[in-house]
């Protein structure tokens, strides 16, 4: 309560939380600029880089794993907002989604060492793959079977099988052949090439019988 009119006082709160947690994750961004390992980045040394107190980095995450995931997060282009308009569109967005981190992770020295990194701590790689793989796998999944309740996609697909199928020759050209072409346009075509033989079969027109 504010006493000089008796009114509510402003919830500080929450901003000054956004502050540190920013802080502290632009502290670890700023040890990995310098060339820091993963493995050399202790909780001491990222609360003394970003100011804060240990207990304000134990407060947010449960340990580095965590925060590291979210440091990566944090350096990757934001999760699109899917339209809703058709599988078809849909799937394009979350396609260009991957495309565009593909671009970032090439031109970002940051996410290309801590991918690689990750990869070599099992600890690190199964939190991020349980907080960032996992759930946009899950939405893809999703997308294909909202498709074959509307009609959009044949009934018998096996859809975990059929999200591979569109996710992989994305993550092919983005990580595992990273000098290949990302151009504009290739999420749509990859979507446009699949669909073309997954869509239902309409029923055959009955011909006129002839005089």
Known sequence: MNPADGQPSPARGRPRSEAVERAIIEGVMKLLEEGVPLAELSIERIARTAGVGK????????????????????????????????????????LESLRRRGLVSRSSVIL??????????????AAYHSLVVAPRRRLGIEVLRRG??????REDVDVELLNDLFVGPMLVRSVMLPDADLPDGLSEQIVDTLLEGLRPVSSPAVSSPRA
């Open 55 to 94: 207990a304000a980095i134990y407060r947010r995450w449960s340990g580095k794993e965590e925060l590291f995931v979210d440091v990566v997060r944090a350096a990757e282009p934001p999760d699109a907002e899917l339209p809703g308009t058709s599988m078809r569109d849909d799937l394009v967005v979350l």
């Open 112 to 125: 290309h060492n801590v991918h690689v990194q990750m990869k070599s701590s099992p600890k690190i790689w």
């Open 148 to 153: 074959q309740r509307n009609g959009e996609l």
